[in-house]
């Protein structure tokens, strides 16, 4: 078989960060083939993918193209030569609708005017084409991310790739979501298309992909067949070392209940319950896992429980005490820590220092300012004891953290929120968007805080981190909580059960597996 | 070179440099359109903006002066915009604080150093007042301080007109004017026949507080952090409905206090068309001077002495219209703005530099 795409001796030097993104990279893809390129935030997977799309430039290295020697320069050239590119963040306007977007810049026209429902009736048929159905006149703010990247896919398709890059095109999906992306990438392969996937997520990899190629540190380290490597195997040479894909943890009596919550109500940002009526405790030394599909209410529970949001009904009450009126400083100062699902907007102010990231919920100690004055010794000092401590390695006191990785830029979230002992800590997707070793350390530090007597509530859209992790498992749908397991005992079809709001009792009702009644 | 912080500061002065020197090549163009002399021109835009012609008579003594409300004015663009809120009530702040300190200068009187205290406190008292209106409704209410501003800043203006007008007014005289204010109130000048005195040390003083205030002091941190993400400061337990209130009382008082400066140093009275723009010159400061309180330091001292040498000088000299030298200061504004091109062309030469200074890869094979 030949190479639908060579890259040979590719290297790329930001000279602006001093980072050897890629480095010597030999890259080939079959024809036909579901091609897997994985690797940790910052090994140079995307900087391989821009630079074969045309939007970043070489500085040696060549691209062959069906055994040709191509040059591309843009991302036009790359059209050109049948590269299409689904991008992590969504290139597509907002207000405009699906075939508007699938169609831009190659409207069918009439002296000048637009035919919208000629432009309804081709996109129609290009997605009866592939099987990927889409209302061609939805516009694209009303739809789920899932269906936002269906049309960019179509996109791409209407502009006669045959090669796709698709660049961590499960990280904005659900679980379910991803399964029906995977049966549209294997459709298309069987089609003939060529597929490159970027990923961390290395379940995906061998449940999806035909070959496999793992980048570390800006090299390539190797490519192997899926069907004859193994999950360990590919962690081992993304991070370099052993990881623990699965923490160890051992049984720890619990301790008094540190948080309290009573039949609380929220209500979203329009209004709408978000929660109702949920009761639950946090002990001490537990990690409590809260396991749903996202949007059945977790940011709306643990944003009232860290103080962002306010109740409609029901009472918290923290180490016995009510702290329904408390602001969200004084639960911090009361030993309460917070990692949020969104790190770069709201764990982190990407505009600003390391230090004064690390600051943010402790700054009006006396031990980082004094008659209002900020002191600034203490506080980076304070900053190279956290870099030191969670061995933020990127990471310099005094300096921005808009350049570090995903995984680093959890690190100082993470080592921020710990720094000051909690007895309590939020734990929201705390591993999203990151690579094996970051979770393994994230999982470890968790567990770690679990031992030292801290009581965790973990929110997690991953079925397999809340099992890994959790001693307790509390399901939520639709803002009720819909079960609680044990964790030693509970089986993944029963947290799945839970999570698309059916009882335990249908898993014992239906032997043959029919899911009907389920929705 | 290599240190970041040398850097950092290395971009934020090259940026706004060349975008000066792209201005006045475009000036030159311009003044050889008109066929005056170019290269006297530029002597006579540097010397009359920034010489001296004889000893003590300096004209760089007059840039310093006209300077001065501008660095306030630019401050309190800078505590206002660092702290998320895009105000351009400057212009009204500073008109209701001279307002106010030239009324306290005729209307009360009390002995020199208290006198002017009183002046400069009440101004500044007026001016936060006026600030806090747009911060409590953009908190409270939702509304747009921009537009608020804008609205606030109309209304300042004719409030002051009517005052020197009616209430304020001293004689009859063709143009409208209050009385001068009392000997005790004034400003003290450094040098006999210039107006350069106590208000420009004061307006060096606020820069340096306005620096340590947001820098350096847990309200200026709250305050910076509110403003780069609302939603950050929530998540750390900062209240950024407050912080934003502060910014908008401490941006009024910096306009107010440029005010009372200008009553008191300078014009000793306030007079019907007191306002001149220096409001929204000193936002211009702000904008060109990065938003850093050094940077409008040394922006608004550039701009007082081009207008001086652009607008004054060329016309008294070369017969060359006023209204070319505010061209040119449009120019360059215009090429601050567009910065982003400085700062890739740069970046390019960086990379370009380090790329021939050794780093022996492999040549393009394209």
């Known amino acids: 078989m030949t190479p639908a795409i060579e890259m040979k001796g590719i290297t790329k030097y930001f000279a602006s960060t001093h980072v050897r993104a890629n480095e010597q990279v030999d890259f080939s893809v079959e024809r036909g083939e579901i091609h897997a390129l994985v690797g940790e935030n910052g090994a140079g997977k995307t900087t391989l993918m821009n630079i074969l799309y045309g939007l970043i430039k070489p500085d040696a290295g060549e691209i062959l193209i069906d055994s040709q020697n191509v040059r591309i320069d843009n991302p036009d050239d790359a059209i050109r030569h049948g590269i299409g590119m689904v991008h992590q963040h969504f290139k597509l306007v907002s207000s405009f609708t699906v075939a508007e977007n699938i169609l831009l810049g190659m409207e069918p026209q009439q002296a000048g005017f637009l035919d919208q429902q000629k432009e309804n009736e081709l996109v129609d048929q290009l997605a009866k084409r592939y099987n990927l159905p889409v209302n061609p006149a939805a516009r694209i703010r009303d739809l789920p991310v899932s269906m936002q990247q269906r049309v960019e896919i179509l996109k791409v398709l209407e502009r006669n790739a045959k090669i796709l890059v698709l660049d961590e095109p499960t990280a904005v999906l659900t679980p379910q979501e991803v399964n029906e992306l995977i049966t549209v990438i294997r459709k298309l392969s069987e089609q003939g298309y060529t597929i490159i996937f970027i990923t961390h997520k290395l379940i995906e990899v061998m449940s999806v992909a035909d070959r496999v190629s793992v980048m570390r540190g800006g090299k390539m380290i190797g490519t192997k067949k899926v069907s004859e490597t193994s999950i360990p195997e590919l962690a081992r040479m993304m991070v370099g070392r052993e990881v623990l894909l699965r923490v160890k943890k051992e049984e720890r009596p619990r301790g008094d209940v540190v948080l309290d919550v009573k039949d609380i109500s929220i209500s979203d940002v329009n209004g709408l319950a978000a929660i109702s009526h949920v009761s639950f405790q946090v002990h001490k030394g537990e990690i409590v896992g809260i396991a749903g599909v996202s949007g059945n209410g977790q940011t709306e529970l643990v944003e009232a429980i860290a103080g962002m949001n306010s109740l409609d009904g029901g009472e918290f009450l923290f180490k016995g005490k009510s702290i329904n009126d408390a602001s969200v400083g004084e639960r911090r100062d009361m030993g309460m820590a917070h990692i949020p699902e969104d790190r770069m907007v709201v764990g982190l102010n990407l505009q600003t220092t390391l230090d004064e990231n690390l600051i943010v919920s402790r700054y009006d100690h006396s031990e980082f300012s004094r008659y209002g004055f900020l002191l600034m010794k203490a506080i980076s000092e304070f900053a190279e004891r956290v870099v030191r401590a969670f061995s933020i390695a990127a990471a310099r006191p005094g300096e921005g953290i808009s350049m570090l990785s995903g995984g680093n830029l959890q690190k100082v979230v993470v080592g921020r929120e710990l720094a000051g002992d909690p007895t309590f800590i939020i734990a929201n997707q705390p591993t999203r968007g990151l690579d094996v070793g970051s979770i393994e350390f994230v999982h470890k530090t968790l567990v770690e805080e679990r031992d030292k007597g801290a009581g965790v509530l973990l929110v997690s859209v991953e079925l397999d981190e809340v099992m890994a992790l959790s001693d307790r498992i509390l399901v939520l749908y639709r803002g009720t909580i819909q079960g609680e397991l044990d964790a030693a005992t509970a089986t993944e079809e029963e947290v799945g059960i839970l999570m698309a709001g059916g009882t335990l009792e249908d898993l014992q009702r239906q032997p043959e597996g029919s899911s009907q009644e389920v929705k | ?366």
């Not at chain 2, 066929?35 to 835009?45: T, V, W």
């Not at chain 2, 301080?145 to 609205?151: C, D, H, S």
């Not at chain 2, 009275?269 to 409008?296: E, K, N």
């Not at chain 2, 207008?307 to 090429?335: C, H, M, S, V």
Request: charged share 15%; aromatic share 10%; net charge positive.
């Open chain 2, 1 to 366: 070179m290599n240190d970041p912080r040398v850097r950092k500061v290395l971009d934020a002065i090259l940026v706004p440099l060349l975008a000066v020197l792209s201005g006045l090549v475009v000036m030159g163009i311009l003044i050889l359109f008109l066929k005056k002399p170019l290269f006297e021109s530029y002597a006579i835009l540097f010397s009359n903006g920034f010489g001296c012609k004889e000893y003590g008579n300096c004209i760089f003594i007059t840039t310093l002066e006209r300077a001065t409300p501008l660095i306030l004015t630019g401050l309190s663009a800078v505590v206002a915009f660092r702290s998320g809120m895009f105000s351009i009530g400057q212009e009204g702040q500073y008109l209701l604080g001279a307002a106010a300190a030239a009324w306290l200068g005729y209307a009360i009187h009390l002995p020199p150093v208290l006198h002017a205290l009183v002046l400069m406190t009440g101004a500044i008292l007026v001016g936060a007042a006026y600030g806090w209106i747009p911060g409590v409704l953009r908190v409270k209410l939702g509304v747009n301080e921009l537009l608020a501003t804008i609205m606030l800043n109309s209304i300042a203006a004719l409030i002051v007109e009517y005052l020197v007008q009616f209430p304020m007014r001293a004689d009859t005289s063709a143009v409208a004017h209050s009385p001068v204010i009392d000997t005790s109130a004034q400003l003290m000048s450094f040098l006999p026949g210039s107006k350069w005195g106590v208000g420009f040390v004061i307006a060096v003083l606020a820069v340096i507080g306005v620096y340590l205030y947001l820098w350096r002091t847990k309200s200026g941190y709250e305050q910076r952090m509110a403003g780069q993400s609302k939603r950050f400061a929530l998540f750390g337990g900062i209240h950024s409905d407050q912080a934003a209130i502060r910014a908008m009382l401490i941006s009024g008082a910096l306009a107010g206090l440029a005010g009372a400066i200008e009553v008191m140093g300078v014009h000793r009275r306030i007079m019907t068309g007191f306002s001149v723009g220096l409001g929204f010159d000193g936002l211009t400061s702000a904008i060109l001077g990065q938003v850093h309180p050094f940077g409008v330091f040394i922006v608004a001292i550039l701009f007082s002495g081009l207008k001086l040498g652009a607008q004054l000088g060329l016309q008294l000299n070369l017969d060359i219209p006023r209204e070319l030298g505010g061209t040119i200061i449009g120019f360059i504004i215009l090429f601050v703005a567009a910065g982003k091109l400085y700062e890739e062309n740069i970046a390019r030469a960086r990379e370009w530099s380090a790329r021939k200074r050794g780093n022996p890869m492999k040549g393009e094979s394209h």
